[in-house]
């Protein structure tokens, strides 16, 4: 009886406020924009063989054709991915070294690279602004050091979502590199560099690979996020920067073209169901693995 | 020690604690009255299994088990991990339900009764102990579960703290007590309630050896001063053979043995309890019967070997001696015996108090025996590659057909 | 004891300098006397005097205070009991859906969550408000909690569930006495993160919420989108600060349990 409970509960409370609302996606996607409240048609009150002989794949045969939004998905495609590169390449050492680092150390460093994520990632990205700016303290001291004559213009570029990209994933690619590393034996490096190996050697051999599940999940777990992003490239990229996160808002709050937005969400899901399930699976092998 | 614990050991004289008496049939019979309820027709038995079927999806974990355990019995469920004593053990706890067959306590038949209201109590392996708890909340939790009244909840748990010699850390977490101790909180805990019956899981598992065989006597101390019964799953032979009243050693879901611990050593029913329990030394042959239990086994390249045996077997009945390390004697010369076979000596396993040879016979079996070593070590009589002679009586071994 | 070699303490300087100059600097120009933010004009505390007079902050501080207390508390509760029947609830009807459902919002994106939840609101004609904010970011943060307690159950040692069922317990007491307070830890660390989620988001309360509530991520990104100004250094300064205070207090103290614990372990072993 109380089990009965314990699981309906929360079934369905995500059933009402998850499940349902995830089908309305897929079914406005299918709508027609029309002039009322709400803002598309038919719903419910037509009927419901009415509702579902009207509705169709418009709205995707719309985003076809304009060039804006296959535009908006590569570039997003493109630009979570090379973000997520680069934050590899920042995190990796990191995580490297706190595994190397000295017992005593490492509990103070872990919380370290925690606390950024328990503070306001809208201020954290908003930080950058200042920092990035024409005249923001970035130039200030590139200037001052003579490195350039002229301030750099790197607010409103994609250089810009880059870094602000790296800055709020980093930890999430650091944590799961650095569990990987920290449970890596040490006996095994000294046993490669034993049987000959250099050490440069002995970490692509050895370590590198034995990281890889949490090279993976740290890989996914910024590109996932990434891709959706939307606080991001509005803040701090420029009008050239396109990313389907901030079109869909876009199309939702000044266009109020909410089917249209939908079929955008729908898409945008679609393109996510392959990391999502990549993700899944190199958990699953790191989990067996480890049994 | 006290009184009890002194009466209760001479009582167990005659279960032989020592593993290893000279010989089963020259044993003396115990004078006073023995325990052995399993021995009287007319005793009820408080746990019986009927015919019981445990599966789990396809795995079968208990396959048609019927077995009796009676009161104040210290019974040990003796077998390899995997062979279903652990099912049996959490189906008198009640997290598990026979799929098929019945299981009664006291006569009832106790299927669907959940854990919490059965009159069992489990001392589980890894202790269980609640960590936010102190050792006398930990004590405590059963019998306020049962609303006893705040007095005599005190007298029951200071009486359980006395019993285990606790008193000294009843305040204390359980973090903050040694392995021993934590064992110890953990009896007291489940004794609290005066079970009916008390299912220990592997209870000396986490001790190191030196711990385990001290906390051994003190679990049948307290075992025969509160006259509950023990139910014990373990591993390990010694530990069972130790505590038992009677052990079932199990295989794959079904018992294959039930009997005392020397029972158990000295008359095996099989091969594979011969083997599980103890050191020992099969040879394969076909039997012919040479008078009133005694047969002549033609043994390949060895050749004929004597032995005694009450279970009958037919002439040419394939059968396996199974002889203990200790009964086979190892000599120089030709000795004058039942039996005695050349060989070589392959290996020596020095043990201190015992040393094990193992020789090398001209089938190719190798035959160990064992002796004790009342003199020094530089004094050793056999080395390797001595040609040696190996002996034992008709009556040393056991014939199994299976 | 082994020492970090000279690229290993380069890259931890630069990784640490990296994740928190931004947020030095950030703090400490809040105390900039110029309005200018990248000029420095000396020590002045008149941005949080200014701050504190700002009744539009102040009121959708309160409201996503509210917001936030509200729906991590709910999300708490329902996270707790969605980890315990994945963890122990064993085979239910559509146990696969509901694992999914659990860990979908996840990596679900916010405007997705966002723009689903709006037009499941407008379809049922609910008013939106301060309710469906804490709606919605109850539903996306009870997930997070179920991770952080589902993580927590799983590594439970069921055995002490049996024990106290064993002792006579019913499985609602064997859950309150016993489970409950040796997961409180992980119960109480992932309200904080519903909580710190509910404070931190913006796209979802954009999307759900209507003319009636604004909280201060709203507010913060319209005054962000007109460029940087001191009175949201102040701010943020003042929500960095609460948070990392504290984010050190709860680690201090539990990493001060830990050695404790680990202390009287070690004491209670050789006193044997």
Redesign the interface.
């Known amino acids: 009886m109380?089990?009965a409970v314990?699981?309906a509960?929360?079934?369905l409370?995500?059933?009402a406020?998850?499940?349902?609302?995830?089908f309305?996606?897929f079914k406005?996607s299918m709508s027609d924009a029309i002039l009322a409240i709400?803002p598309y048609g038919p719903?419910?009150k037509d009927g419901f063989r009415e509702l579902i002989s009207q509705l169709d794949f418009e709205n995707f045969v719309f985003l076809t054709t304009d060039d804006l939004y296959w535009k908006a998905y590569l570039s997003s495609l493109k630009i979570a991915f090379i973000a997520t590169v680069l934050t590899l390449m920042?995190?990796y050492?990191?995580a490297?070294?706190?595994a190397?680092?000295?017992e005593e150390w490492r509990?103070t460093?872990m919380?370290?690279?925690?606390?950024?994520f328990?503070?306001?990632?809208?201020?954290?990205v908003?930080?950058?602004?200042?920092?990035l700016?024409t005249?923001?303290?970035l130039n200030?001291f590139l200037m001052g050091i003579g490195v350039i004559s002229e301030p750099l213009t790197i607010l409103n570029t994609n250089t810009a979502v880059y870094i602000g990209i790296i800055?709020t994933y980093?930890?999430f690619m650091?944590l799961p590199i650095y569990a990987a590393l920290d449970r890596l034996d040490a006996s095994l490096i000294e046993a490669a560099e034993d049987l000959g190996c250099s050490r440069f050697k002995a970490f692509w051999l050895i370590t590198f690979p034995l990281s890889k599940n949490g090279v993976f999940a740290g890989c996914f777990l910024v590109f996932?996020?990434a891709?959706?992003?939307?606080?991001i490239p509005s803040?701090l990229g420029g009008s050239s920067t396109l990313m389907i996160?901030k079109v869909?808002?876009e199309e939702?709050s000044f266009n109020r073209d909410?089917p249209v937005?939908?079929a955008v969400?729908v898409v945008?899901?679609l393109i996510?169901i392959v990391p999502?399930v990549l993700?899944q699976m190199n958990q699953q092998r790191a989990q067996e693995a480890e049994q | 020690m006290d009184q009890n614990q002194v009466g209760y050991l001479s009582r167990l004289s005659g279960r032989g604690h020592d593993l290893r008496p000279t010989s089963y049939s020259e044993r003396t019979p115990v004078s006073e009255p023995v325990f052995a309820p399993w021995n009287d027709a007319d005793a009820t038995p408080l746990i019986t299994f009927q015919n019981v079927t445990k599966k789990f999806g396809e795995f079968v974990a208990i396959d048609d088990l019927t077995l009796d355990i009676f009161e104040k019995e210290f019974f040990a469920l003796l077998g390899p991990s995997g062979c279903g004593k652990t099912t049996m053990m959490r189906m008198l706890a009640g997290f598990e339900n026979p799929s098929s067959g019945a299981i009664s306590l006291s006569g009832k038949n106790i299927a669907g009764v959940p854990p919490n209201q059965r009159a069992v109590n489990m001392m589980f392996q890894s202790y269980a102990l609640f960590p936010h708890l102190s050792v006398w909340e930990n004590i405590a939790f059963g019998l306020k579960r049962d609303g006893m009244f705040k007095d005599a909840l005190n007298a029951r748990v200071d009486e359980m703290l006395k019993l285990t010699r606790l008193e000294k850390f009843a305040r204390r977490k359980p973090h903050q007590i040694s392995g021993g101790q934590r064992q110890r909180v953990a009896l007291a805990r489940s004794l609290a309630k005066a079970p009916k019956l008390l299912l220990l899981d592997e209870p000396l598992g986490a001790l190191d050896k030196k711990l385990r065989q001290d906390t051994q006597f003190e679990l049948m101390d307290i075992q025969e001063k509160t006259g509950t019964t023990f139910v014990i799953v373990t591993h390990d032979q010694e530990e069972a053979m130790t505590v038992a009243s009677r052990v079932a050693v199990m295989d794959e879901g079904r018992i294959i043995q039930v009997a005392t611990p020397e029972h158990i050593y000295e008359e095996p029913n099989s091969v594979y309890v011969a083997d599980f329990i103890g050191d020992v030394n099969l040879l394969t042959g076909q039997a012919k019967a040479t008078g009133q239990d005694t047969y002549e086994i033609e043994v390949p390249v060895l050749g004929s070997i004597f032995a005694s045996s009450v279970r009958p077997f037919s002439d040419g009945q394939t059968c396996h001696l199974a002889i203990r390390p200790e009964k086979v004697a190892i000599h120089a010369e030709r000795p004058s015996a039942d039996n005695a076979v050349q060989g070589k000596v392959l290996d020596i396993a020095y043990l201190g108090n015992l040393s094990t040879y193992h020789v090398e016979l001209p089938g190719g079996q190798i035959i160990k025996a064992q002796s004790a070593n009342t003199r020094r070590i530089s004094r050793r009589t056999f080395t390797w590659e001595d040609p040696v002679w190996v002996s034992w009586t008709a009556t040393a071994g056991v014939l199994l057909d299976q | 004891m082994r020492r970090l070699s000279l690229f290993n303490s380069v890259s931890l300087t630069l990784g640490f300098a990296f994740l928190y100059l931004p947020m030095l600097i950030l703090i400490i120009y809040s105390f900039n006397k110029s309005k200018l933010v990248t000029v420095w004009a000396g020590f002045s505390t008149q941005w949080y005097g200014e701050l504190m007079q700002n009744e539009a902050f102040l009121d959708a501080a309160w409201v996503t205070l509210k917001v936030a207390v509200v729906s991590s508390t709910i999300a708490t509760v329902l996270g707790t009991m969605a980890a315990y029947a994945l963890v122990r609830g064993g085979r239910f009807f559509g146990r696969t859906l509901f694992s999914g459902m659990v860990f979908a919002p996840l990596v679900m994106p916010e405007v997705i969550t966002g723009l689903s939840l709006l037009l499941l609101f407008i379809g049922i004609g609910l008013d939106r408000g301060v309710l469906t904010i804490i709606l919605a970011h109850t539903t996306f943060s009870m997930c997070f909690v179920s991770v952080v307690v589902s993580s927590r159950l799983s590594t439970f040692d069921r055995s002490l569930e049996e024990a106290a069922l064993d002792l006579g317990a019913t499985p609602f007491a064997a859950f309150r006495l016993v489970t409950l307070p040796i997961i409180a830890p992980a119960v109480v660390s992932g309200w904080l993160l519903a909580f710190t989620l509910s404070l931190d988001d913006l796209v979802i309360a954009t999307f759900v919420t209507g003319p009636s509530a604004t909280t201060l991520p709203m507010k913060i990104w319209s005054s962000v989108r007109l460029g940087v100004t001191p009175e949201i250094n102040a701010l943020s300064t003042i929500l960095i600060g609460l948070v990392a205070t504290g984010v050190i207090t709860a680690s201090l103290v539990s990493k001060r349990n830990l050695v404790r614990m680990q202390r009287e372990e070690r004491a209670a072993e050789r006193a044997q």
Do not use: K
């Open positions: 109380r089990r314990l699981i509960v929360p079934y409370w995500l059933l406020l998850f499940l349902i609302p995830f309305m996606v406005i709400p719903t419910m920042v995190g050492p990191v490297y070294a706190m190397r680092a000295p509990p460093l919380m370290l690279v925690i606390l950024p328990w503070t306001s990632f809208l201020i954290r908003y930080a950058w602004i200042g920092i700016s005249n923001g303290f200030q800055y980093v930890p650091i996932i996020p891709l959706g992003e939307f606080v803040l996160g869909l808002f939702f909410w937005a939908s969400a945008l899901l996510l999502i993700f």
